[in-house]
């Protein structure tokens, strides 16, 4: 596989593209696809050396998609899904990684893709109507659209805890783990944080450690991932009806192919609730969200899913105490984002792993050689933080470009990110985020997602082109509706009562505490952002262009 440099290509005066991408994961190279196809020359600015984005950064042991692989991958080319072949029902990080090089090998996209390059400014001329985006390389591109395919998971964050510089062990982050996979064997190993990514890793570093402590601040529900060697009859099975498939994805809630319950819990009686919840937790993974039409709308038919998992809970893990200090408190399940292991409370009954409740003994620093709670010190060979993003907003708001009249769009976020459809913002003209706040993302399968906004984009940009129109952008009443519409939406679910997540951007210091995401599902969004588009773009503003010369 051979990749363009940056520094090969450094140069005073900009180089010119009619769009720049920022970002090489799932979404920058399908935009670079799409367009490329309608006939647009376009530049791909990567910070990582290699493609792939979340795949090719979490590279910690034990990630995996909890998405089924048949319906986590791209359904642009009938092609590319018939002959690729999955091994397992969820798909591991190297095996998606892979994939995602594969992708990029098929359709002959690295040559259009700059690695090692990490956008540092985006800035929109106004005079010009082009955006100046520059590298931390000080390398300069004049584009007349931004798009920014930077993820909403991609911005990893490491707590500031005092003494961490003075720390002689090693130390690692799920979201930036080295290539060079570090064996734990024989050492004192502390992972923080048990979201997904600690409940996926904790296990398998348990196996290979002396000695784990686990570091929890906030318990969450964690379902069996039931993962498995995927099925020959089954592949086939979907191999044959792809189409359908994909094309009930792009309907469904949440952009895949899971079985969702059509009843409510409260239609059903408490019987046939246990026995949903039962095959729920058999069938793995985020089955256990859609058991129910009102599990995340109906406080009790929730409370009834928390109690079936605390049982279930008290079931596996031997040690009573540990058991309780392992369920979830005061939060409705979903809420914060669930979770699909393997072994993950089993796991707390190995002999070699413990357990500490940092929310009644907080971390107070960390030593030269571990870690200080209130009450404790701990001797650490390695620490592993698997603490999370700054997600959603966290990626575009490092770039923080300039919008009209020189205005950042950290003044435009200052009381948290607004968005018209998640896809556009006013006061930055032809700039387009792919799965951005505001939109269905990271409540959906987000290839589904990613797609459907690459295409979107894709249309729009050539109509703009067809129409001879310069700009395009959001109008203010348009993003106020559409703030108000996800927040009303929000509203109506049991999200509001659970604030301490990053999908309220909680968990970064700072950050304003708004709902994020679009709940009302792929299917409805998808048409919104057709109808709209069918409208002329309604909700948008279109300029002509004075000036051939744009
Ligand atoms: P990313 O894959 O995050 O790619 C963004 C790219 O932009 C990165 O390569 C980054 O280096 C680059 N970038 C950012 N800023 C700059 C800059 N300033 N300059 C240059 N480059 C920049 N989603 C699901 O639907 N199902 C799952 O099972 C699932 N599992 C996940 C597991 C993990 C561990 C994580 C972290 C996320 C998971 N997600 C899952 C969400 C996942 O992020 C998306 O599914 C998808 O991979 C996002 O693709 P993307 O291209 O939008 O963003
Ligand atoms: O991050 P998280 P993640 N001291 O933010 C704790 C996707 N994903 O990387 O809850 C002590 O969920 C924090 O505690 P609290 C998925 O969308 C998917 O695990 O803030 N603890 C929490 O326990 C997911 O939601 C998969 O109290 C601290 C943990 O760290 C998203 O990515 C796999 C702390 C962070 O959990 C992010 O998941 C992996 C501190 N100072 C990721 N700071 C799949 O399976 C933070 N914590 C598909």
């Known amino acids: 596989m051979s990749y363009s440099t940056g520094a090969l290509e450094n140069s005073p005066e900009p180089l010119v593209f009619d769009v720049v991408v920022v970002g090489a994961g799932f979404a920058g190279l399908y935009m670079l696809h799409k367009l490329r196809e309608l006939g647009f020359t376009v530049r791909v600015l990567e910070a990582a050396s290699g493609v792939g984005g979340t795949w090719f950064h979490n590279r910690y042991p034990g990630a995996r998609c909890d998405i089924e692989s048949l319906d986590y991958s791209y359904s642009f080319s009938e092609e590319l899904q018939q002959e690729w072949s999955w091994s397992e029902r969820y798909a591991s990080q190297p095996e998606i990684l892979r994939y995602i090089d594969h992708v990029a090998e098929r359709f002959d996209l690295l040559r259009d893709v700059q690695l090692n390059t990490v956008v540092a400014n985006a800035e929109f001329e106004e005079h010009t109507a082009r955006w100046s985006v520059t590298t931390e390389e000080g390398e300069r591109y004049s584009a007349r659209f931004c798009i920014m395919a930077t993820g909403v998971l991609s911005a990893a964050q490491v707590p500031r805890l005092a003494g961490l510089e003075e720390y002689t062990g090693r130390w690692y982050h799920t979201g930036a783990w080295p290539h060079e996979r570090p064996d734990f064997t024989g050492m004192r190993v502390g992972v923080i944080g048990t979201g997904s990514s600690g409940t996926q890793l904790i296990p398998l570093v348990a196996q290979q450690a002396k000695e784990l402590v686990v570091f929890q601040r906030t318990a969450n529900y964690c379902m069996p991932a039931q993962n498995r060697p995927l099925d020959a009859n089954l592949e086939g099975e979907w191999k044959t009806h792809y189409p359908e498939r994909r094309a009930f994805a792009r309907a469904s809630s949440f952009g895949h192919n899971q079985v ?66 392992l369920k979830p408190k005061d939060l409705f399940i979903g809420t914060k984002r669930l979770c699909s292991g393997t072994d993950y409370y089993e796991t707390f009954n190995r002999q070699n792993v413990r357990l500490v409740d940092v929310k009644s003994d907080p971390i107070k620093r960390v030593t030269p050689t571990g870690l200080q709670t209130e009450g404790e010190t701990f001797a650490l060979d390695a620490i592993i933080f698997a603490t999370g993003f700054d997600a959603m907003t966290g990626s575009l708001l490092r770039i923080n470009p300039t919008g009209r009249g020189g205005v950042k769009l950290s003044e435009r976020w200052a009381d948290g990110p607004r968005s018209y459809l998640g896809l556009s913002i006013s006061g930055f003209p032809n700039m387009f985020v792919i799965a951005g706040a505001g939109s269905p993302s990271v409540f959906s399968n987000m290839v589904t997602s990613i797609e459907q906004h690459v295409e979107w984009i894709a249309t729009c940009l050539l109509h703009l082109e067809r129409n001879g129109a310069a700009c395009i952008e959001a109008t203010p009443e348009a993003e106020e509706g559409w703030v108000q519409h996800v927040n009303e939406l929000a509203d109506k679910t049991l999200y509001r009562h659970s604030k301490n997540t990053w999908f309220y951007g909680a968990n970064t210091p700072g950050k304003p505490v708004v709902f994020m995401p679009y709940v009302g599902g792929v299917g409805r969004y998808s048409q919104n952002i057709s109808s709209i588009a069918a409208k002329n773009y309604e909700g948008f503003s279109i300029q002509e262009r004075v000036d051939s010369s744009l």
């Not at 239609?267 to 009102?294: C, H, T």
């Open 260 to 325: 969702s319950n059509d009843k409510k819990g409260t239609e059903v009686s408490p019987l046939e609730r246990r026995e949903e919840l039962e095959r729920r937790w058999d069938l793995g993974g985020l089955y256990m969200m859609r058991a129910f039409k009102d599990i995340m709308t109906n406080a009790d038919v929730n409370r009834e899913a928390i109690e079936f998992v605390h049982e279930k809970i008290d079931g596996i893990v031997n040690d009573p105490q540990t058991a309780e200090a």
